[in-house]
């Protein structure tokens, strides 16, 4: 059975991996079969650029806010779930592409993350080399 701990170490340390008796080969063969049924399975329902962001963006964004591999996952799915409900109602009140909408508000999170990270890495500077009197 392949579970979450497999393809957190086989993907993060593949060493430590076979050393602990995990079977490297056959948890990359699954993790790749899914993500292949994944991919070809919602190509063809939404679309290639879609399928693409989709796989990307909130990835991104999560790993930005994530501390560990289960976290990464949680934040990337809300990430993604929100995008789509953000994406979907601006189509609808704008009347535009749902496909484009959904990739602009994923991208405006990506933005959004990188934005705050910087700013309160600047704060954090700043305070730390603030004297005292």
């Not at 409900?85 to 189509?91: E, H, R, T």
């Not at 705050?116 to 004297?131: M, Q, R």
């Amino acid at each position: 059975m392949v579970s979450i701990q497999t393809f957190s170490g086989t993907c993060f340390d593949p060493g430590f991996a076979a050393v602990s008796g995990i079977r490297g080969k056959t948890a990359n063969a699954v993790f790749m079969i899914l993500i292949s049924l994944t991919i070809s399975i919602s190509v063809q329902a939404v679309g290639v650029m879609l399928v693409t962001g989709l796989m990307t963006l909130p990835v991104t964004v999560s790993i930005i806010l994530g501390k560990s591999f289960k976290a990464v996952i949680g934040v990337s799915m809300m990430i993604g779930e929100f995008s789509i409900m953000a994406g979907l109602f601006a189509s609808f009140y704008l009347s535009i592409a749902a496909g484009g909408a959904i990739i602009t508000s994923s991208l405006v999170c990506l933005i959004i993350v990188v934005a705050l990270k910087k700013l309160l890495g600047k704060i954090v500077k700043a305070a730390s080399t603030t004297k005292y009197l």
